[in-house]
Structure formats: structure tokens, C-alpha cells
């Protein structure tokens, strides 16, 4: 184990990474921190990917601390265990879409700036979720089905009608429900048609080899297919050159994120942008 890289370890087993004493002194600022909410948040365009045109953005946590931005990998798996997922994913919701209802309102278009959002299993299951939820869309000012939460495939997996009733009360909100790194996990394609989903987001390691990589390509144009059939929208996320994109675009996938287009960036970058690309 020697011989793989920190950056391996993290990427595969961030629960490694995490060492006992880091642990402790983790936790210890995870409180302190979400009592003086001393998190930050990146903006991820997500764009069209023919013409690159801004239509949303995702939201990402980080963590400032004396050593710089401490990423998600190290802290949420932590934050899940301890419970301060719950506050800590609310204060993601409220800052979000604060943020992004403000651009709605300086750059209006048809349809509206989508904010995506990332809601971890433990989250969404968790009572006082939905309740959050409900008060973000009440008073947040952010247009009405622009609000789209990202899950991953363990959350479908559980099946139980807890998960169904939360997802009719997102429908009733006007909230979208987007399968995050689809077609990583373990559960089967029914689930597609059993949950009122509205957006995949190809996982970025079906992307990383596409343009040398024939099987990759048969996969996600099979992705493809299947999502227009079903009625749902594709993302394809890690799109980091111009061969992906051109793969991508001629196979009918319309909407793209990645470092080709642009990488994490603050609130005021993210308005920046919005005001050198204009308005549609
Ligand atoms: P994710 O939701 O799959 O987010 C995509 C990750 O890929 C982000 O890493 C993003 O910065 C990175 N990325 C985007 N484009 C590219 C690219 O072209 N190349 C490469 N190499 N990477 C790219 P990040 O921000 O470190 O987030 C990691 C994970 O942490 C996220 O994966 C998500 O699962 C989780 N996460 C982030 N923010 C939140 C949050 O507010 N709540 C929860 N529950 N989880 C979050
Ligand atoms: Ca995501
Ligand atoms: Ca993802
Ligand atoms: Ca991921």
C-alpha cells in the first residue's frame, strides 16, 4: 500500500485517508465549524454542450482550514457518521440557493439557472430533511423548479416507502431528483421507472477513456438511448477535453460539466461569468 499515492488513497478509500488523530481533530472542527459556519461554497457550471451555454450550477462544499480548502472526500463520509451532515447540509441548501436566486433574478431566462445539489443517504432519509427542503423553496426566492437534488443509487436501494414519500413531496416542491455518478453502484436499471427521477449524471470514470475506448462509448451511448426513452435528462460529468465533448455532443448528450468548460469557482466568479456570457 506503500506505493500508492496519497492522491490514490484518497480517491479510492477516503475512509484511509482519514487517520485516528486527523479523525479527532476533524470532528472537533466540524463542531466548531457549523456552530460559526465557517464553511465555503464552489459553483460548478453546467453547460450545453454544444456552444457551452451556462445552464445551471452544482454547489460544493469545502472546508477552509489553516492548510487550505479541506475537500468533500475528507469530511462528508465523517460528517454522515457524526450526524452534522443534517445542519451542515441545510446550511448548503439556505447559501445556495440564496446565491443563486439572486442571479436568477439579475440574468432571467427561459428556462431559469438550475442549482444543483448534492444530499448524501444519510441526509435524505433523515425527518427533518423534506422540512428544510420546504423552507428553502418557500423563502429562498429561487425560481420554482430550478431546485435539483443530486443522490446516488444507495439511497434507491433501500426501496422503502419512506424514500417514495419523500420523493412525492419534492415533486409536489417542484424539486427535479438527479442519480448522481449513475451506473457506479449496484442497483438495477427498474429502479428508473419505479422513483420519479429527472436527470442521470454519467459517472465521470464512463467519460475519463471514451475517446480510445470503444466499450466506453457503447455504454454511455447505451445511457443515452435509455434516458430518452425514460424521458430523462443526461449530464455527463469529468468532461476534461475537447475529443470527450465532440464524442459526447455527436451522440445526442446535451448537457455537460468538467474542467474543459470550468472548474469549481466562487460566487463572485460564478456572476462574473454570468455577466461576460449574457443573457439567452
Ligand atoms: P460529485 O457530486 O460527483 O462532484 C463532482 C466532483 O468532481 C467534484 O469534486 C468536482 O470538483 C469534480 N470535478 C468536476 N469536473 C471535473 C473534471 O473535469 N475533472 C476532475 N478530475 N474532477 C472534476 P469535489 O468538489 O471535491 O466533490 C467531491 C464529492 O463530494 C462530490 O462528488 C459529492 O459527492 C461530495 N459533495 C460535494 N459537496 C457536497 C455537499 O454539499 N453535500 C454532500 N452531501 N456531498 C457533497
Ligand atoms: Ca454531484
Ligand atoms: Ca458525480
Ligand atoms: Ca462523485
Same mark, same amino acid.
Given at each position: 500500500a506503500k506505493t500508492a499515492g496519497k492522491g490514490q488513497w484518497q480517491r479510492f478509500r477516503p475512509d484511509l485517508h482519514v487517520g485516528m488523530v486527523e479523525r479527532h481533530e476533524l470532528q472537533a472542527g466540524l463542531d466548531n465549524a457549523i456552530s460559526e459556519e465557517a464553511f465555503a461554497l464552489r459553483y460548478q457550471p453546467i453547460v450545453e454542450i454544444n456552444g457551452a451555454a451556462? %445552464?445551471?450550477?452544482?454547489?460544493?462544499?469545502?472546508?477552509?482550514?489553516?492548510?487550505?480548502?479541506?475537500?468533500?472526500?475528507?469530511?462528508?463520509?465523517?460528517?454522515?457518521? %457524526?450526524?452534522?451532515?443534517? =445542519?451542515?447540509?441545510?446550511?448548503?441548501?439556505?447559501?445556495?440557493?440564496? /446565491?443563486?436566486?439572486?442571479? *436568477?433574478?439579475?440574468?432571467?431566462? %427561459?428556462? =431559469?439557472?438550475?442549482?444543483?445539489?448534492?444530499?448524501?443517504?444519510? *441526509?435524505?432519509?433523515?425527518?427533518?430533511?423534506?422540512?428544510?427542503? *420546504?423552507?428553502?423553496? /418557500?423563502?429562498?426566492g429561487l425560481a420554482s423548479g430550478s431546485l435539483v437534488?443530486?443522490? %446516488?443509487?444507495?439511497?434507491?436501494?433501500?426501496?422503502?416507502?419512506?424514500?417514495?414519500?419523500a420523493m412525492r413531496t419534492l415533486k409536489r416542491l417542484g424539486v427535479s431528483i438527479a442519480i448522481d455518478d449513475f451506473g457506479t453502484g449496484f442497483s438495477s436499471l427498474s429502479y428508473l421507472r419505479e422513483f420519479p427521477i429527472d436527470v442521470l449524471k454519467v459517472d465521470k470514470s464512463f467519460i475519463d477513456d471514451i475517446v480510445t475506448d470503444g466499450q466506453q462509448v457503447a455504454l454511455v451511448e447505451g445511457i443515452v438511448r435509455i434516458a430518452d426513452i425514460l424521458g430523462l435528462q443526461v449530464i455527463a460529468e469529468g468532461i476534461e477535453n475537447a475529443? *470527450?465533448?465532440?464524442?459526447?455532443?455527436?451522440?445526442?448528450?446535451?448537457?455537460?460539466?468538467?474542467?474543459?468548460?470550468?472548474?469549481?469557482?466562487?460566487?463572485?466568479?460564478?456572476?462574473?461569468?454570468?455577466?461576460?456570457t449574457g443573457d439567452r
Open positions: 451556462v %445552464t445551471g450550477f452544482e454547489a460544493l462544499i469545502r472546508w477552509p482550514r489553516r492548510r487550505g480548502l479541506v475537500p468533500p472526500d475528507q469530511f462528508i463520509s465523517l460528517a454522515e457518521e %457524526t450526524g452534522h451532515i443534517m =445542519p451542515l447540509g441545510a446550511w448548503v441548501l439556505e447559501r445556495a440557493a440564496s /446565491d443563486v436566486a439572486r442571479w *436568477q433574478r439579475e440574468h432571467p431566462r %427561459t428556462p =431559469p439557472l438550475c442549482l444543483n445539489v448534492n444530499v448524501s443517504a444519510r *441526509q435524505f432519509i433523515d425527518p427533518g430533511f423534506i422540512e428544510d427542503v *420546504q423552507r428553502v423553496v /418557500d423563502t429562498s437534488l443530486e443522490i %446516488t443509487e444507495s439511497v434507491l436501494m433501500r426501496r422503502d416507502e419512506q424514500i417514495r414519500t475529443g *470527450q465533448r465532440d464524442l459526447l455532443g455527436a451522440m445526442g448528450c446535451r448537457f455537460g460539466q468538467g474542467y474543459l468548460f470550468a472548474r469549481p469557482m466562487t460566487a463572485d466568479e460564478a456572476q462574473r461569468l454570468l455577466s461576460v
